[in-house]
Each structure stands twice: as C-alpha cells, then as structure tokens.
C-alpha cells in the first residue's frame, strides 16, 4: 500500500471517527457473508455502523484523536462498531450478535475487544452494565424526586393521625349513643 493510500485511509477514518465518542472495537472472524450481510443490515437500522480497519493506521488515528486503546488490542482482525444511543446499548446489541452468533455458527469468531467511552477504553463486560440515556435520565428523576416524596409523606403523617383519632372518636360517640 502506498504511502498516499496509506494517507488518505488515515483521513477517511479520522473524519469518520471525528465526532465518535462511543465505539467498540471486535475481533470477527470466519462469518459467512450472508450473516454478514445480516448483521450488518439489522445494525444499520438501529443506526450502528461497522468499519472494518487496519490496525496500524487505525491506532494512529485513535493516538491523533486521543482515543485510548491498550495496545494488545490492536492484533488480529478489527473492526470499529460505533453508533447507538450511548455505550450501553452499542455494547448489549454487539453481546447480543455475539451470543446469536456463536449458537449458529460455532466455527465463527465474534468477540468484542474493549469499549472506548468518552475517549477512554473500558472493558467490555463493564460498558454493557452502563445505563443507557433512559436509564440514567429515569435514575436521576427518582434521586429528584425521593427528597420530596418523603418530605411529602412526613407532612401527611400528622394530618393523617389526626383524622384517624377523630374517626375513631365519632365511632366511639356513635357507639354510645
């Protein structure tokens, strides 16, 4: 490859991976080109792209952009898996893949490397324990929202006790008279 090839990959994958911050990078192997095909038609429609690499430039663009990537991740196969909602959804619908195809193609290879959040590499089993955006929007209403609600329940409390003993009391006068 020439050095002027080598270049404009380097360019294409740099603009590319611009405005990325969520990627996953993965280790596929021996799939066939109908499952490919698949895999990569259903991804497309949740918006998740593939892009397969090579290593060398790929982890000069990842250096230049100052994505962190330990450097045993750079052997083998790799391809970049990036889109989605946030790391936790891009990495549960690529365990998914995973599992679907490891049960049909047992001869295939699909194993996710590491995740890259926010620039920074993280495992992978951890990026899929992440909240999604809904997750954690949900999380932060209830830690709003627990404050007051207890502070509501403290205030009915007493008001409650009160309406209890006057009901009480009118079913005591009713009983005696």
């Not at 918006?47 to 430039?57: E, F, S, Y």
């Not at 295939?108 to 997750?135: D, G, L, N, Q």
């Not at 009160?162 to 009391?169: E, G, M, T």
Request: hydrophobic share 40%.
């Amino acid at each position: 490859m020439s050095k002027l090839v080598k270049q404009m990959e380097m360019d294409s994958l740099r603009k590319t991976l611009s405005g990325v911050q969520d990627l996953v990078l993965l280790n596929i192997q021996k799939l066939d080109a109908r499952t490919t095909t698949q895999m990569r038609l259903d991804l497309r429609r949740k918006q998740i792209r593939l892009h397969m690499v090579k290593n060398t430039l790929a982890a000069r663009v990842f250096q230049e952009l100052g994505l962190e990537v330990p450097e045993d991740c750079w052997r083998g196969p790799t391809i970049l898996a990036w889109g989605a909602n946030s790391i936790a959804e891009l990495a549960r619908e690529m365990d998914q893949w995973a599992t679907r195809i490891r049960s049909e193609k047992p001869q295939a290879v699909f194993e996710p490397k590491i995740a890259v959040v926010e620039k920074r590499s993280v495992p992978f089993e951890e990026a899929k324990r992440f909240p999604t955006r809904e997750e954690a929007l949900s999380q932060l209403v209830n830690l709003i929202l627990a404050p007051a609600t207890y502070l509501v329940g403290q205030l009915r409390e007493p008001a409650a006790r009160l309406v209890s003993q006057l009901k009480a009391r009118g079913e005591q006068e009713q009983a005696t008279s």
